[in-house]
């Protein structure tokens, strides 16, 4: 999607999103305090501001809401979870069922999903998508794991580094021209089905191209991870006939092409509305919503402060109650805010994903395998998903 266009039905959203810093699992309902940003016609947006001053939380004036829905009318709200479901008893449905939506969305733990035979639990574990370029061009390794015995060592290697998936791409994201459609499905399925017969680890797929997808898929790929957000308008249709699922990544405009920053006051307002938008059209291809991902789009068209915006927001994508999927393993805006070589980033990656676990990422795309898997696993003891054994005593 090149651009974002509001239809008939946007003109009469109504849309809640809780807003970073989101309330902790762990606290009381009536001591939980979460902002929440509401869009809703101008009327319904004033009768929910005084409900909630009655319930004795806050309300912002109503102004326009972020681009791009800046054609639509917003409002803030801030009260504890407690107060928020005695708001939404007394507002009309639509609010009522948006504010019940995200109240559970939060405190929910992150949910449980089922691939094909593989079943990824997100409340217990980070998984770790370990980077498989069958590529003569990739920024990172520079083509030295292309062609299959080459891609396979290398697989090898990332099995014996602790990978929870591999993740296989026949095409680099970065500007160019495209590969066809033939040559990345000859790179990428007999890659996939040699893996899936040697490893008991889920397989991958990266690629925007619904036929390279279904190929991919019927080698045995459990997941396809979609930089354009399913531009191809056949991929919901490959996704849906299949037991997949699929990460959707935002991107403002189209792969291989150059990646433009776009001029707006929050970058992660703007992702958050292009990503509900997708998911819309996911569940109305038929996608069960247990098979579908998000990711942010990090360093695609966005400067380097876009980035840090989207990290430091990254909680918030829990309003969409579907794991997280975040690819910020040598990123170029590591290297630009600490100026340093491209071969230089393993330090300032490990700093990124250890701040994304900690915002709430359930996946984390690197090419550093071990020591990335080293540091999710730590994060996992901070973030509570694992508990400390020592002496035989659980901690």
């Not at 974002?4 to 009469?12: C, H, I, Q, T, Y």
């Not at 970073?20 to 869009?39: E, K, N």
């Not at 217990?124 to 498989?132: C, D, F």
């Not at 396809?224 to 405009?253: C, K, Q, Y």
């Amino acid at each position: 999607m090149s651009t974002f266009e509001l239809s008939a039905s946007d003109r009469n959203l109504v849309w809640a999103w809780a807003l970073a810093p989101l309330a902790s699992r762990d606290v009381p309902r009536a001591a939980g305090f979460q902002p929440i940003r509401l869009i809703a016609p101008r009327q319904a947006l004033e009768k929910t501001a005084a409900t909630c001053a009655r319930e004795r939380g806050w309300a912002s004036e109503i102004t326009r809401a972020s681009p791009p829905l800046e054609e639509l009318h917003q409002l803030v709200l801030a009260a504890t979870l407690e107060q928020f479901e005695r708001v939404a008893d007394a507002s009309d449905p639509k609010i009522a069922g948006e504010l019940r939506r995200v109240l559970e969305a939060v405190s929910a733990p992150p949910p449980a999903v089922t691939l094909g035979r593989h079943r990824f639990d997100f409340a217990s574990r980070v998984y770790v998508v370990g980077i498989l370029n069958n590529t003569s061009d990739s920024f990172y390794d520079r083509g030295r794991f292309f062609g299959q015995d080459a891609a396979l060592a290398r697989a090898e290697e990332i099995v014996k580094e602790g990978a929870d998936l591999i993740e296989v791409g026949g095409e680099t994201a970065q500007e160019g021209d495209r590969l066809s459609a033939r040559e990345e499905i000859s790179r990428v399925a007999p890659l996939v089905a040699e893996l899936v017969r040697r490893y008991d680890l889920p397989v991958a797929v990266d690629t925007y191209k619904a036929e390279v997808a279904r190929a991919a898929i019927e080698a045995g790929a459990v997941l396809v991870n979609d930089i354009s957000g399913m531009a191809d308008p056949s991929m919901p249709v490959v996704i849906a006939e299949s037991r997949a699922g699929i990460v959707m990544m935002h991107l403002h405009g189209r792969p291989k092409q150059h990646y433009a920053d776009i001029d707006v006051p929050s970058m992660m307002d703007w992702v958050a509305a292009f990503l509900r938008k997708r998911i819309d059209v996911a569940l109305a291809a038929g996608i069960p919503r247990e098979r579908l991902m998000v990711d942010p789009g990090l360093n695609f068209g966005k400067k380097p402060h876009r980035d840090i915006e989207l990290l430091q927001r990254l909680s918030e994508l829990r309003n969409f109650g579907l794991p997280i999927f975040v690819a910020t393993s040598r990123k170029d805006f590591i290297r630009d805010l600490l100026h340093l070589h491209p071969d230089d980033l393993l330090e300032g990656t490990a700093a990124a994903v250890a701040f994304a676990i900690t915002q709430g990422a359930n996946l984390i795309r690197v090419h550093d395998v071990e020591p990335m898997v080293r540091v999710a696993r730590m994060m996992e003891f901070f973030c509570g998903h694992r508990r400390s054994q020592v002496a035989g005593r659980t901690q």
